[in-house]
């Protein structure tokens, strides 16, 4: 059997986002909607949200934008792509119908265009009982025909086998972990044991920020700095530390016309895992769209690798991660 070739998806988070993406509906919306468009026919194949993605007065903006954009979209095009959010298990939500006002939230804004729906974050480290719960949940909505899919984000391994045993008892497959993953996240052991439940299970491994909130596509020589608050501080700390990092990139770059994303892009693709790209405008998902026709040979691969373990400055982990 051959390996499927790995994909590239794209993410929504900065789509309704001020606080760390500086969205602007007046000027970001019409751009937004050629970037989904030229994503969708260049062949990025998953576009990932959350109900939780757009900040203050704009909860789930970024959700009713896909929604919209989609009653444009052809049918053919929707049933080759998946549609994929992300439900908070926020404290309040508990219990085994936690999430049921959310889903069907969810639902609406995308205006029934869901594939799949993820846990966003794992609750174990200060509710462990809740997201057994809402798991639960989300199988009895998958059970009742409103769910094809399920999914889990931001879950260690220990737990991801735990409850992927669970559901599989009910006949109900976990289709997709998502975790952070990018050449400025710390190699660890949890990650490789993600890596093998998955090949064992079938289970598809998303990795988000695959570019390090944009680091890694900085160039060398240069060091800007982005407008929000959250992202100058990450800027600040990490892109002196990783000039070392980022040559390579453009150095390897060189041999495929490519640009430093898109081969942050193939590492990620060449360690199994599917990224998912934050992309707000026509260039970015033309940049990404071009990283599929390319891939890295195992010497580069171990270069970016060896750059990476030795790299001095990482991504911080999300606090929600469980065991």
């Not at 994909?7 to 937004?32: P, Q, S």
């Amino acid at each position: 059997m051959t390996k499927k070739k790995i994909g590239i998806g794209f993410g929504t988070w900065a789509w309704g986002n001020k606080l760390v993406w500086g969205y602007k509906a007046e000027t970001d919306d019409i751009l937004l909607k050629k970037t989904f468009f030229d994503a969708i026919n260049g062949g990025l194949d998953l576009v990932d949200s959350a109900d939780s993605y757009g900040t203050g007065s704009l909860f789930g903006q970024s959700e009713k934008l896909i929604g919209d954009f989609l009653e444009d979209l052809p049918k053919r095009k929707l049933k080759k792509i998946t549609i994929a959010t992300k439900l908070a298990p926020f404290p309040w939500r508990i219990g085994r119908n936690g999430l049921n006002n959310a889903f069907q939230e969810s639902n609406q804004r995308l205006k029934g265009n869901m594939t799949r729906v993820q846990l966003h974050w794992s609750t174990y480290r200060y509710a462990p009982w809740q997201e057994e719960q809402l798991l639960n949940g989300l199988g009895d909505l998958y059970e009742e025909g409103l769910i094809k899919e399920i999914g889990l984000s931001n879950t260690g391994p220990k737990r991801l086998n735990f409850l992927f045993q669970k559901l599989k008892k009910r006949g109900i497959k976990i289709q997709s972990i998502q975790m952070q993953l990018s050449l400025l996240t710390k190699p660890s052991l949890e990650d490789e044991n993600i890596k093998i439940i998955c090949d064992e299970n079938e289970i598809e491994y998303l990795a988000y920020s695959p570019l390090g909130l944009g680091i890694l596509t900085v160039p060398p020589n240069q060091s800007p700095m982005p407008s929000t608050f959250i992202r100058k501080s990450l800027y600040q700390r990490i892109l002196p530390k990783t000039i070392e990092l980022r040559t390579l990139l453009t150095n390897i770059g060189k041999k495929y016309s490519a640009s430093q994303a898109q081969v942050a892009l193939n590492w990620v693709r060449s360690h199994g895992a599917k990224p998912i790209v934050g992309i707000r405008n026509p260039n970015q998902a033309k940049d990404a769209i071009s990283a599929l026709n390319w891939s890295l040979t195992k010497s580069e691969k171990q270069k970016l690798d060896f750059c990476r373990n030795a790299c001095l400055a990482n991504m911080p982990l999300n606090p929600f991660t469980s065991p």
